[in-house]
């Protein structure tokens, strides 16, 4: 296997990642909306953790890989539109994600202060659109992502 090769077998790889960290996310927050108490609520919080860590280095790694194929390609360069185009849609896919991500932290805190006074509060947020809405907004941004990386338009 060449260089590049491997370059592209880990930039898949990390993709991968995302995209396993995404469904993990996706079980939570539509599982969310759908508890009634706040140690379920707890109990669910509890696996978020693994998301975190896919998603933290997922994300990395797919542009770093991304760009050392782009620079080592010979039919591709940094500047192609479609690369620019995957740069652009990564960072809206980060800025979107980070949102949604600390949009459920907070209610994650707030879940695990003590007294358990807020538990209708916690419920009624995992229930609000907002947080549905963010995560969506990221699962399509990671969808074009996929599709530019594809097909690459103008290649």
């Known amino acids: ?12 790889l990390s993709a991968f990642a995302v995209a396993s960290a995404l469904v993990l996310f996706s079980a939570l927050v539509f599982s969310g909306r759908r508890m009634t108490t706040l140690e379920q609520t707890r109990t669910l919080f509890r696996v978020a953790p693994l998301g975190s860590i896919l998603i933290s280095a997922g994300i990395g790694l797919v542009f770093v890989f991304g760009v050392i194929l782009a620079l ?12 620019i185009a995957g740069i652009i849609l990564w960072a809206a896919f980060a800025g979107v994600g980070q949102r949604s991500g600390a949009y459920y932290t907070k209610i994650q805190k707030l879940a695990e202060e003590d007294g358990g006074g807020n538990e ?3 419920l009624a947020r995992l229930r609000a659109t907002t947080g549905v809405w963010l995560h969506i907004a ?3 941004l990671f969808v074009l992502i996929v599709i530019d990386m594809i097909y690459k338009p103008g290649a």
């Open 1 to 12: 296997m060449s260089f590049s090769d491997w370059m592209l077998a880990f930039h898949l």
């Open 72 to 83: 080592d390609s010979d039919r591709f360069d940094l500047w192609d539109g479609w690369v």
């Open 120 to 122: 209708s509060e916690v």
């Open 138 to 140: 990221t699962i399509a």
